[in-house]
Nanobody, 126 residues
Framework: VQLQASGGGLVQAGGSLRLSCVTS????????MAWFRRVSGEEREFVAV???????VYADSVKGRFTIFRDNTKNTVHLQMNGLKPEDTAKYYC?????????????????????WGQGTLVTVSS
């Protein structure tokens, strides 16, 4: 499985961006898809996850502002980011793992995932 992320850029505080992650390979619909972000020198931070079934789960820091959704017909997962803040500035990574069960807290952990995209940079100016 290969992941290709795009959609990052420079935006003013309060603005919006939509990130996209296209995956190759089969059985996309059976993969858990997630977004993480990393500020230089720090660990990857969980942002959002959408399991194969069930509801999406978000980090408290983005809840109410970000929405993760998937299009299984296009093997794509998106992260709609509204109300961006300077503290959202980071490189954003999509991640995937074959898993067809409901949400578990493991899905918040970067090491749980098998596949990663190359990252896309989001910069929010104040």
């Amino acid at each position: 499985v290969q992941l290709q992320a795009s959609g990052g850029g420079l935006v003013q505080a309060g603005g919006s961006l939509r990130l996209s992650c296209v995956t190759s390979g089969r059985a996309f619909h059976t993969h858990v898809m997630a977004w993480f972000r990393r500020v230089s020198g720090e660990e990857r931070e969980f942002v959002a996850v959408i399991p194969w079934s069930g509801s999406a789960v978000y980090a408290d820091s983005v809840k109410g502002r970000f929405t993760i959704f998937r299009d299984n017909t296009k093997n794509t997962v998106h992260l709609q980011m509204n109300g961006l803040k300077p503290e959202d500035t980071a490189k954003y990574y999509c991640a995937a793992r074959y898993y067809s069960e409901m949400y578990t807290r493991d899905m918040r952990i970067a090491s749980w995932y098998d596949y990663w995209g190359q990252g896309t940079l989001v910069t929010v100016s104040s």
